[in-house]
């Protein structure tokens, strides 16, 4: 569920534009924050190829609202506990990328994806590269 989203668009003199996108989450078990940040490089939507290119920098961060729960097993004289042994969560990610728009019908965009925590029990992945064609018909 979504509990409150915002955006500001800022034109600059010349043409130059950005935005800030973010929006808080919530479910059950997880709450979360997004921020987007982005600003137009170069666009012209009268071009016939290259349309646009803008950078993006976006912030996620995800957090768990409750204690794990963990189940324990005896099994002759030794007991098993499977769960979270971490307990709580807390997963920042930093994304960083190019959005491109090709003859005002094709959006392509590339980026890689970082964490920002340290700690191996928050931590899933190393980094990510994302490339997505998105075509419009």
Do not use: K
């Not at 094709?106 to 075509?135: C, I, K, M, N, S």
């Amino acid at each position: 569920m979504r509990l409150a989203a915002g955006r500001f668009t800022r034109q600059a003199p010349g043409g130059v534009s950005g935005w800030c996108l973010w929006y808080f989450t919530t479910s059950r078990y997880t709450a979360g924050l997004d921020l987007e940040i982005g600003r137009w490089l170069y666009r012209n939507p009268r071009a016939p190829w290259l349309s646009g290119v803008a950078c993006v920098v976006e912030f996620h961060y995800t957090t768990t609202l409750q204690d794990a729960d963990s189940v324990t097993a005896i099994v002759g004289l030794d007991s098993l506990t499977f769960g979270n042994s971490a307990n709580r969560m807390d997963v920042p990610n930093l994304t960083v990328g190019l959005h491109g728009e090709i003859a005002d019908r094709t959006l392509l965009r590339v980026g890689g994806v970082f964490p920002l925590d340290d700690d191996a029990d928050d931590r899933f992945f190393d980094a990510e590269l994302q490339v997505q064609v998105e075509r419009r018909f």
